[in-house]
């Protein structure tokens, strides 16, 4: 099988155009404010409930903990913390947070005051909070406020005698911030993930009946493609998983990924070395069936109704695998017959699989009752009986494995939570131990301004330095004006929450923090009429948590999270590989149990995800070309997913052939050389291996028939077809990222400042 343009433009990293994307403008100016709609509604939000919240427990109940907490409840919950999805997640959302920001209020205040109980508390405390943040969107948006509940009370003086002050102040921010939430926002436009794999499923279908009808175009193709790049730039635009931990949400995810390899297939199947229109009758229903199958995703991932019925599916792909298993005749036209074959097959699999994703992230199925109708037709019995299995799994299982996979130091929520863990310790500790005032602004200080790797920390540092100077200027000129007068304070603190509210995401870190500076300045001399001296004491603190933020993001892991992806693509590769093997073992029926090693790949996977979306939202210019990346990226994809679709096979139901040992051997011959090419690309990765892998050879499928009598037709085998073709197209692409592979190694090898 030969691969022309059309699968290499398929498997080519997005480009700016490609991704439907302007070329990228030159560099704004680093003052600049944008316009953001839903930072306007964040700010008028915070600007009407943070004052009013402020008045109501300072002014009429004469509580000064619960005001504190109160008014720096209200920044965690509106202006620390953005949640998303529909009213009924937001609201969830904010009870999560209201919840989990009790709990460490709790231990934080029981734990204040011991220097070094608060230290030892804070490690597990913080690694949890910030490890949590792995689980899903929202978990992730709620992080930095939970914090700031701990933060507080551990580094503030109050004993137990103020919890409940302070739960007070907590409990009412959260409510008014939930309801403010729930009125003053737009209505949802939908989620653009979803919207994006509908979209690319609906074109999909669409490029296969023209690939029947001989109609496609480069144009179509291009399309495609494009759709594939969208749908793929959304899902990695994030530093974390945008999706959660929710059994539809991870159907979500598997769904983008099955869509970007029906991408890859369907590119393949029409880049011109075949013609659909001169296929078999049984692969053209096949195929038809397949774009119907997909039509049926985008409307259950759209939430249209729809009636998907996989035996449709099924059954056609049971008609081509038997026409398969009885081609003969001449050899060419038998291999060209097989090729087609193949390509039907594959996007059989590719399509079917969607379905079952789909029927997972739309909720109309359970995962085990989506397994079980696999299983029934790979078992050779579709007519068995199903039993009554419910529609929804349990989460905590699902929970428990998701976050196995993602304790690991090849995790990048893993290393990030425990060096930021390390950090507000050390942060705690020199807060205590120095009693400096107000010592909270030192551990939130090193919260604000600690990233993936140093270079980014310290840059960050000196903003936040220079954003706290300007804001101290700023606060010290305004009081010299106004003075300590509580009308002129109460007219100039609405206006700075507005400011502080708002610039977070639209105008530069240093801007934010001057903003949040002064707002802190106005609010103490409402609290206690100090002068300019407070904006003094947070510069101090700041600077002191910045230094501390700094010392950490040099001692741990100071590459950030380029690092974690050289490590998490050798290990992907070797999972793949191990994948690969069991999977080939059960389609040529060598193995008797399905593959195991599926749930190890899908997770070096995940966490690969993770790593890359740190990696392309982190900080700081990029070393390592993104289409050398990219190359990586996929190549850890098509193992991994070339195995599933093997591993999707009937294999060791069906019984031994007469000449499996011949035939049999020469394909495990084959598999051991790609397993070996990606484990020895692991290995450079690794920097353990400086050579260069040896690529493999594709095998000439001619050669695997189960007769090797000159005089008689040449029957090929269905397995061995099948499995052939999905290694000659790993073997077709092993030269492509011996070159990324060896680039990333030798970044690797520099010193982290370089």
């Known amino acids: 099988m030969t691969h022309g343009s059309a699968t290499q433009q398929a498997d080519r990293p997005p480009t700016a155009k490609s991704a439907g994307t302007a070329q990228t403008p030159l560099p704004a100016p680093w003052w600049k404010v944008s316009w953001s709609v839903p930072a306007a509604l964040r700010a008028a939000r915070a600007t009407v409930v943070i004052p009013l919240l402020f008045a109501f427990t300072f002014e009429v109940l004469h509580d000064a903990q619960m ?216 692969d053209r229903v096949l ?76 909720r109309a199925a359970s995962p085990s009752a989506v397994a079980e109708q696999r299983l029934r037709w790979l078992s050779g019995n579709p007519n068995a009986q199903t039993t009554g299995l419910p529609k929804h799994d ?150 002191i948590g910045c230094a501390v933020s700094l010392v950490v993001g040099i001692l741990f892991w100071p590459r950030g999270t380029s690092a974690v992806v050289g490590d998490n693509l050798a290990d992907a590769f070797r999972c793949g590989a191990d994948y690969l093997t069991s999977a080939s073992d059960w389609a040529l029926s060598e193995s008797g149990h399905r593959p195991e090693r599926a749930l190890a790949a899908i997770s070096s996977g995940i966490r690969l995800d993770d790593a890359l979306r740190g990696f392309l939202t982190e900080q700081g210019s990029k070393r390592m070309a993104k289409a050398d990346l990219w190359s990586l990226v996929l190549a850890t994809t098509r193992v991994r997913l070339t195995a599933h679709t093997l591993a999707s096979l009937p294999g060791g139901n069906v019984p031994p052939h007469a000449d499996d040992q011949a035939l049999h051997g020469e394909l495990q011959e084959q598999t051991a050389e790609l397993a070996s090419f990606y484990e020895q690309l692991s290995r450079v990765l690794q920097m353990t291996q400086t050579l260069q892998p040896s690529v493999p050879d594709r095998h000439s499928v001619d050669q695997y028939r189960s007769t090797r009598e000159a005089r008689e037709p040449a029957v090929y085998r269905a397995d061995v077809l099948w499995v052939s073709h999905h290694l000659n197209h790993l073997a077709d692409h092993c030269a492509e990222v011996v070159g990324p592979a060896s680039r990333l190694a030798e970044i690797r090898s520099r010193p982290w400042w370089r």
């Open 394 to 543: 349990g989460g905590a299982a699902r929970l428990s494995r998701i976050i196995a996979s993602e304790a690991s130091l090849r995790s990048v929520w893993f290393r990030n939570s425990l060096r930021g863990a390390i950090a507000l310790a050390i942060a705690v500790a020199v807060a205590k131990l120095t009693d400096v005032q107000h010592a909270f602004w030192v551990v939130l200080g090193t919260v604000s301004v600690l990233r993936t790797n140093a270079a980014a920390t310290g840059a960050t540092a000196l903003r936040a330095l220079s954003g706290s100077v300007v804001g101290f200027a700023v606060g010290a000129a305004l009081l010299l004006g106004l003075g300590t007068s509580p009308v002129a304070l109460w007219i100039a603190f609405p206006i700075a929450v507005l400011v502080a509210a708002y610039t977070p995401g639209t105008a530069p870190f240093a801007i934010g923090q001057a903003a949040f500076t002064v707002t802190i300045v106005v609010l103490f001399n409402l609290l206690v009429p100090a002068g300019w001296s407070v904006g003094l004491l947070r510069v101090e603190d700041v600077a």
């Open 67 to 282: 005001t504190l907490f109160a008014v720096f409840g209200g920044f965690a919950a509106l202006v620390m913390s953005s949640f998303g999805g529909d009213r009924k997640d937001k609201a969830l959302a904010h009870l999560g947070l209201a919840v989990a920001g009790s709990a460490v209020l709790i231990i934080g205040t029981l734990a204040s005051g011991s220097a070094w109980l608060a230290v030892v508390v804070t490690v597990p405390v913080a690694f949890l909070v910030y490890f949590a943040g792995s689980t899903g969107p929202n978990e992730a948006s709620g992080v930095t406020g939970c914090l700031l509940a701990f933060v507080l009370p551990i580094a503030s003086t109050g004993g137990v005698a103020t919890i409940s002050s302070r739960l007070e102040g907590w409990w009412l921010a959260s409510a008014a911030a939930t309801v403010a939430v729930l009125v003053l926002s737009p209505k949802s436009d939908g989620d653009q993930l979803r919207a994006r794999a509908a979209i690319s499923a609906d074109m999909l279908a669409s490029q296969i009946e023209a690939g029947l009808a001989g109609t496609v175009t480069a144009a179509d193709t291009r399309a495609v493609i494009d759709a594939k790049h969208k749908l793929m730039n959304a899902f990695t635009a994030t530093p974390y998983r945008p999706i959660g931990l929710a059994t539809g949400d991870q159907g979500l995810a598997s769904l983008i990924h099955v869509l970007e390899w029906c991408t890859t297939l369907i590119c393949d199947a029409l880049d011109g070395h075949i013609d659909l229109r001169a296929a078999a009758p049984a």
């Open 287 to 362: 195929l038809a069936e397949s774009a119907r199958a997909l039509r049926q995703v985008a409307e259950l991932t759209s939430r249209l109704p729809a009636d998907p019925q996989l035996e449709r599916l099924w059954r056609a792909r049971v008609a081509s695998a038997r026409h398969l298993r009885d081609l003969s005749g001449d050899g060419q036209a038998v291999v060209a017959a097989a090729d087609d074959a193949f390509h039907a097959q594959v996007i059989g699999v590719a399509a079917s699989a969607a379905v079952g994703e789909a029927l997972i992230a739309s």
